[in-house]
């Protein structure tokens, strides 16, 4: 069963701290992704990376990082907090070349609460 | 800039209507994907539409892609109470990577 896994469900954080949210595939996919979802918007690509310290900026980078020291493992972090990155963050992996027909398989999400 | 849109964004229906959600996009692509996301949840793969023409069913519903028109539709035939759920088109970018969403169509189904 293919499995991307993010570390917590649920956070809050306080408002100029800096947050890490993990997330680790198990399905040895080259790419992955971090997704925001806020309600009116869908869901919004913030970075993505194709290989291992490898990143590209998505739609709305700003105010977000990221780190991908391993292939398994993708960081999303939010450098210093503030109430407008309150929202749900999805994390996805696929393989290569989504033009080639694969679809990203989700993370069960995250809910960050930036109080 | 890649465009998906979706309509409608809104959708109450009644237990055995049938009804059809539709994706427009504005790049040449011949590949779309559908989801599914239950409230509380993550995003679950519905559809991988790959060539123009292409037609897939899974119960009762159904996908097609007319990659010359841009637009994908999602048909429901039928509809349950469990196909309630947020349903969400995407299209990969110009990297070939990512997926760019519409912004989801929330369907009810109704006694």
Redesign the interface.
Known sequence: DVKVTQSSRYLVKRTGEKVFLECVQDMDHENMFWYRQDPGLGLRLIYFSYDVKMKEKGDIPEGYSVSREKKERFSLILESASTNQTSMYLCASSSPSLSGGTEAFFGQGTRLTVV | ELKVEQNPLFLSMQEGKNYTIYCNYSTT?D?L?W?RQDPG?????LF?L?SNGAVKQEGRLMASLDTKARLSTLHITAAVHDLSATY?CAV??A??????????TSLLVTP
């Open positions: 692509s590949r994907y989801y949840k993550s995003l679950e793969s991988v790959l969400f990969a970018g990297s070939g990577y990512a997926l760019n969403f519409g912004k989801g």
